[in-house]
């Protein structure tokens, strides 16, 4: 059984479409990626949130993670756009206790976000309360996030490329072919 940090970078050397960029990163990563896959081990949902340049990487996200080839179990996974239409209208402290609320007797074993998108985006002030949510954040650096700039070039690749690493690391630790510990 291999250790994360060392199949991350096994993996990233592997890829083909050259990822090498994330090399230097891998240090950021895998302490991120480790708290978000065990969420997912231990049953949690997983609530999609991103910022509206973005949304047409959340509907990847949604086509791949369950693709039935993967021959792996079904995991829940969902935009939180889709199951709460308000959420743009979500402004005060109040609002987001009490969509908190919704989603903790929606969830009761437990969810965390997966954020996608701008620092500065409105949606943050949800999504920053919570150290467990799985942040890829644009354009700041914010502790407990994958930073990414969004006037990089090759940004949408990298974002498929994450994607692609992080439903690797998935696959792997549940079939348990993969220590999460660094």
């Not at 083909?16 to 230097?24: A, N, P, R, V």
């Not at 009490?98 to 074993?109: A, K, Q, V």
């Not at 620092?119 to 920053?128: A, F, N």
Request: with cysteine.
């Amino acid at each position: 059984m291999k250790q994360l940090l060392q199949w991350t970078l096994e993996t990233i050397r592997e890829e083909e479409s050259c990822f090498s960029w994330m090399e230097e990163h891998r240090y950021e990563w895998t302490p991120l990626v480790k708290s978000a896959v065990m969420q997912v081990a231990e049953g949690k949902t997983i609530l999609i949130v991103t910022d509206e340049s973005h949304i047409w990487f959340s509907t990847y996200i949604l086509n791949a993670i369950n693709n039935l080839s993967k021959h792996r179990p079904l995991l829940p996974f969902y935009k939180l756009s889709e199951s709460f239409p308000n959420l743009q209208n979500i402004r005060s402290t109040q609002d987001i206790e009490l969509l908190e609320d919704m989603l903790d007797i929606s969830y009761p074993n437990g969810y965390y976000i997966w954020y996608i998108g701008r620092g500065d985006h409105p949606y943050t002030k949800l999504v920053y309360r919570n150290n467990n949510n799985f942040l890829w954040v644009m354009d700041e650096e914010v502790q407990n996030s994958f930073a990414l700039r969004s006037a990089d070039p090759l940004l949408d690749i990298k974002l498929i490329q994450l994607y692609k690493l992080f439903d690797l690391t998935l696959s792997e630790t549940l079939f348990g072919d993969l220590d999460l510990e660094l």
